[in-house]
């Protein structure tokens, strides 16, 4: 049975930094590529990034290009993203996704049906 459980959220002001993480459980790690997507109330699930299996391709969304950063340890079946920057408009349920896959094909890896297992998400509020 494979298990997705995110971590890391919380409350900070604009501007700020967090980096949330990822940890997979019931597949092996380093076959998938993985991805976060984020859902603010009101609104669809939306990508922000894929990240292939190595960790050598990173496709991200143009909303938080220059932003946020996406890493992996596939020592810890972990992905990891750091958001820098940040905004209100950031605020949502960030989600961690593995792919079906071990790539990140350009716009298809940006879709939720491009991923398989999704773990319950972890709050992120930017305010003041």
């Known amino acids: 049975q494979v298990e997705v459980e995110e971590s890391g959220g919380g409350l900070v002001q604009p501007g700020g930094s967090l980096k949330v993480s990822c940890q997979v459980s019931g597949l092996t790690f380093d076959d998938y590529g993985m991805g976060w997507f984020r859902q603010a109330p009101g609104k669809e699930r939306e990508a922000v990034v894929c990240i292939n299996w190595s960790g050598t391709y990173k496709y991200y969304a143009d909303s938080v290009k220059g932003r946020f950063y996406v890493s992996r340890d596939n020592t810890k079946n972990t992905v990891y993203l750091e958001m820098n920057k940040l905004k209100p408009d950031d605020t949502a349920v960030y989600y961690c996704?593995?792919?079906?896959?071990?790539?990140?094909?350009?716009?298809?890896?940006?879709?939720?049906?491009?991923?398989?297992?999704w773990g319950r998400g972890t709050q992120v509020t930017v305010s003041s």
């Open positions: 996704g593995t792919r079906d896959r071990s790539d990140c094909p350009r716009d298809y890896s940006l879709r939720p049906e491009a991923y398989t297992n």
